[in-house]
């Protein structure tokens, strides 16, 4: 009877574990992903942060980034620069995949095989993007912003936690 117990709780735990998986809508598909990764942004003073997450597709991957804007009018275009922490560059090239919320741009850009496998053994260290549209006196910025990989704008010394998103971990999970 034991064995049936601890068998069952395994099953339902592992059930459960695998239900978690965030998942990233593309074009009507659902993509299993990374959960979001909120990327310190200190340039950007409107919400100081932009949000970041991969999947995996069949020809390879999708990087979503999104950021908070004041008009839906401003979006992220341009190329995006992934830098990894081996010192390693991988360029997104934008296919103008843009979804504007309420209060959020975002955009996809494709990530061939080989860039997922790269990513898959590599941690992110930042990512670069452009922001463009017409603004006015009380819209968001636009311009070139630096999205590092810190989990807060603030540590001590003491402070013994993971000081960023270990997202090559994540990404091999996919």
Known sequence: MNYKTLLILSLIFLSISVNAQESLNFKGKPYPATQTWDFICENYALSGEANVQIAKTETGGLLKLSIATTDPKLQITGVTYIYLVDNTIIVCVD??????????????????VIEMNKLKK??????RFNITGT?????SQIGNF????KKSYFST??????????????????
């Open 95 to 112: 296919k103008k995949n843009t979804e504007a919320g309420e209060n959020k741009t975002s955009t996809f850009y494709n990530l061939s």
């Open 122 to 127: 590599t941690d992110i260290q930042s990512i």
């Open 135 to 139: 603004t006015n006196k009380f819209s």
């Open 146 to 149: 630096t999205a590092v990989n």
């Open 157 to 174: 010394k003491f402070d013994q936690s993971k000081k960023i998103f270990e997202t090559a971990a994540e990404i091999k999970v996919l």
